[in-house]
């Protein structure tokens, strides 16, 4: 088997095409998700992935959600820290909770995923971090104060472990995905998915496997010089 993968969030929407991308390319993968037990179900019956279920936002249940996948399959020498939720309000709306769901499972989530296995890969001398942001944490977005805050810290972590982890053979990147076609982006109200679609020079939204096929190169082993990277892929939306 190859080297163990966790992926947050790893049964729908993006995370579930790097979860499907990275056991093809011959990794022992896990995914992880919050709530949805009738996908993952679905997900595991579809693609033989192991699916675990604890929430993102808890620290001491994504340490033992941790040390559940590392019993199954070994230590976890990759981390793709996907799992996200949006609140979106204008500022005027957005209440407390709203700000706060989305910093403890965006934010706080990521710090929860990668601490846990951050000790091991130093002893190991081996890891590969990716965490996924967006477009709107390096852009800012209308009705999004509080997921742009998150996806913005995401690129602050990466910068930081990069430079924490290089001598430990870990690397750490961030992917910021654009508009991706995803339950998350259908959620828009159609009118507002229009005009985002017109302000994407490509034309179209992108697909998860193109956000995939990011993560399968960046935690390669012939990746290791690349840390502390943000890869924008959003057809031409914006140039972070
Ligand atoms: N720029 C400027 N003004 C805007 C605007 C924008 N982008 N969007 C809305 N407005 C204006 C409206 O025209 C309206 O003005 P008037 O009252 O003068 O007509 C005012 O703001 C209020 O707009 P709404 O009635 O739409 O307010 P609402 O409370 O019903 O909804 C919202 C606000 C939920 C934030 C809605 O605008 C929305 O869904 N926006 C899209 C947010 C978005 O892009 N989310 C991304 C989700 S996908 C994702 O996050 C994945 C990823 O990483 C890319």
Redesign the pocket.
Known sequence: MGRVALVTGGSRGIGAAISKALKEAGYSVAASYAGNDEAAAKFTEETGIKTYKWNVGDYAASKEGIARVEADLGPIEIVVANA?I?R???FH?MTPEQWQEVIDTNLTGVFNTIHPVWPGMRERKFGRVVVIS????QKG????VN?AAT?AGDIGIVRSLAQEGARAGITANAIC????A?E??M???EK?RE??IAQIPAGRLGEPEEIARCVTFLVSDDAGFINGSTISANGAQFFG
């Not at 967006?134 to 944490?137: D, M």
């Not at 995905?177 to 991706?180: L, N, Q, R, T």
């Open positions: 996200g949006t979106d309000a204008p709306k967006s477009v709107n944490g977005q209308f009705g999004q997921y996806k995905p654009g508009y991706i995803t998350m982006v959620a828009v109200s507002v005009s985002i």
